[in-house]
């Protein structure tokens, strides 16, 4: 398997669906493990706005879901309903808001 090195802009493209590809990639590749600093966590933090302005469906629904109970979160729950996947997290708060808007695509460890 081979270790691949991925810059803040593919991130991006993940979080604004451009490509299915990438996507399978870095998620489902058994020839490729990703790989990062944290620069490329920190960075759509701080273009969260430009992102959810530029943004596809999924991070849109995101703030809506998010944005008054915690913002940060955001970027979590938008790749989550992109990927149909589960969010897993242990921010209570968060789990709570986001069950008293509908939301119950979660992973709670048992």
């Known amino acids: 398997m081979k270790k691949l090195i991925v810059d803040t802009n593919?991130?991006?493209?993940?979080?604004?669906?451009?490509?299915?590809?990438?996507r399978e990639i870095l998620f489902s590749s058994e020839d490729f493990k990703p790989?990062?600093?944290?620069?490329?966590?920190?960075?759509p933090f701080k273009h969260k706005d430009k992102l959810i302005k530029n943004s596809d469906d999924s991070l849109r629904?995101?703030?809506?879901?998010?944005?008054?109970?915690?913002?940060?979160d955001l970027l979590f729950v938008a790749l989550a309903i992109e990927l149909d996947g589960l969010l897993w997290t242990g921010d209570k708060e968060l789990l709570k808001g986001l069950k008293s808007k509908g939301f119950e695509k979660v992973f709670i460890l048992k």
């Open 10 to 22: 593919i991130m991006f493209s993940v979080l604004l669906g451009k490509s299915k590809k990438i």
């Open 35 to 43: 790989y990062s600093c944290k620069f490329s966590i920190v960075e």
């Open 61 to 72: 629904e995101a703030y809506v879901l998010c944005n008054d109970i915690d913002e940060k």
